[in-house]
């Protein structure tokens, strides 16, 4: 069992940074690829951004490279999310979660392959 925690969203102009947090419970915390999903209303939720167990390898939506860069320290058990460049439609509910199903060798954008989920932090950009 892993439990997921997100901090560090909040409102922001277009153009600014946010670093998300994403502190992991449990000793088994470098066994999993992480990600980084987000949901804005009236919308499904979507693949932001994905790690594998020891960092070596990253995955990341179109809409998001060059601009988002995730990244994981396991000795604190916590995954992160640096976001630069944010535009409006950035503006989502952003979740982290520990991937369940496949390799932790590789990152997924699929959404399915994750079976632990924090609870999700607020960013808004506004323009």
């Known amino acids: 069992q892993v439990q997921l925690i997100e901090s560090g969203g909040g409102l922001v102009q277009a153009g600014g940074s946010l670093r998300l947090s994403c502190a992991a419970s449990g000793r088994t915390f470098s066994s999993y690829a992480m990600g980084w999903f987000r949901q804005a209303p009236g919308k499904e939720r979507e693949f932001v951004a994905a790690?594998?167990?020891?960092?070596?390898?990253?995955d990341y939506d179109d809409s998001v490279k060059g601009r988002f860069t995730i990244s994981r320290d396991n000795a604190k058990n916590t995954v992160f999310l640096q976001m630069n460049s944010l535009k409006p439609e950035d503006t989502a509910v952003y979740y982290c979660?520990?991937?369940?199903?496949?390799?932790?060798?590789?990152?997924?954008?699929?959404?399915?392959?994750?079976?632990?989920w924090g609870q999700g932090t607020q960013v808004t950009v506004s323009s």
């Open positions: 979660a520990a991937r369940t199903v496949g390799s932790y060798w590789y990152p997924s954008s699929r959404l399915e392959e994750y079976g632990y």
């Open positions: 790690i594998s167990w020891n960092g070596g390898n990253t």
